[in-house]
């Protein structure tokens, strides 16, 4: 239960926030740019796309699902929640210049799909 809770404030704050860049990418670029404060790797995110905002909005969207899902004790909400959370975690080196690969945040995915992976027996 507690793992649906987090995954839902999670993912669901994430979308949230993918789904207002994505419809208002102009002006949320605009206003990034022109801000006079410093924030860590903000090159990085003025140089996204709106397709790096609309593909992480459907990912998100996907992971919600899942956890709903799971939620419902539905297996197919595992599939959904792991398939979109491994490509969560590499989306942004995927579509952005980051360098290295994400070892941190597929670890973290892995975490959770194994922690939901030990009530799979349970789910219909």
């Not at 801000?35 to 996907?62: E, H, K, N, T």
């Not at 975690?89 to 690969?101: K, Q, R, V």
Request: neutral net charge; glycine residues 8%; charged residues 10%.
């Amino acid at each position: 239960m507690i793992l649906c809770v987090l995954s839902y404030i999670g993912s669901g704050l994430a979308f949230f926030t993918y789904t207002m860049v994505a419809f208002s990418y102009d002006e949320f670029m605009r206003a990034l740019a022109e801000a006079d404060f410093q924030m860590p790797q903000l090159d990085l995110v003025l140089s996204a796309s709106r397709g790096f905002f609309i593909s992480g909005l459907f990912l998100y969207g996907a992971s919600l699902l899942g956890v709903g899902l799971m939620w419902r004790m539905k297996k197919a909400g595992f599939h959904f929640y792991a398939m979109s959370q491994l490509l969560i975690a590499i989306h942004p080196w995927i579509f952005l210049d980051t360098g290295s690969f994400p070892v941190m945040s597929v670890l973290l995915s892995v975490i959770f799909i194994l922690l939901y992976g030990l009530h799979l027996k349970q789910m219909s």
